[in-house]
């Protein structure tokens, strides 16, 4: 079982930063992969950014050259650096980890990203 705990969340202006954070209960945290996902109202949720167990990271076009994914498995946790954020970033921010003996996977409960002026 593993349970997500996204934070860093907020309110900030368009050309701002933000970090998110996902912190990770259980074990084999090294094992699994892990992605970033966002939803706008009225839209479906759609994959940001993602990193593998061996470090191999992939991003949404939308975001490349402007978002970083990176992962530190001695604290369990996952990290989503956004930088030069825009109106159309704003969302719910939810992480995700897939098991990697079942493939099943595990989601937080999101944090909600506003990019306004």
């Known amino acids: 079982q593993v349970q997500l705990v996204e934070s860093g969340g907020g309110l900030v202006q368009p050309g701002g930063s933000l970090r998110l954070s996902c912190a990770a209960s259980?074990?084999?945290?090294?094992?699994?992969?892990m992605g970033w996902y966002r939803q706008a109202p009225g839209t479906q949720r759609e994959l940001v950014a993602s990193i593998t167990n061996h470090f191999s990271t992939n991003y949404a076009d939308s975001v490349k050259g402007r978002f970083t994914i990176s992962r530190d498995n001695a604290k369990n946790t996952v990290y989503l650096q956004m930088n030069s954020l825009k109106p159309e970033d704003t969302g719910v921010y939810y992480c995700?980890?897939?098991?990697?003996?079942?493939?099943?996977?595990?989601w937080g409960q999101g944090t909600q990203v506003t990019v306004s002026s």
């Open positions: 995700k980890s897939t098991a990697w003996s079942t493939n099943y996977d595990y």
């Open positions: 259980g074990t084999f945290f090294s094992l699994n992969a």
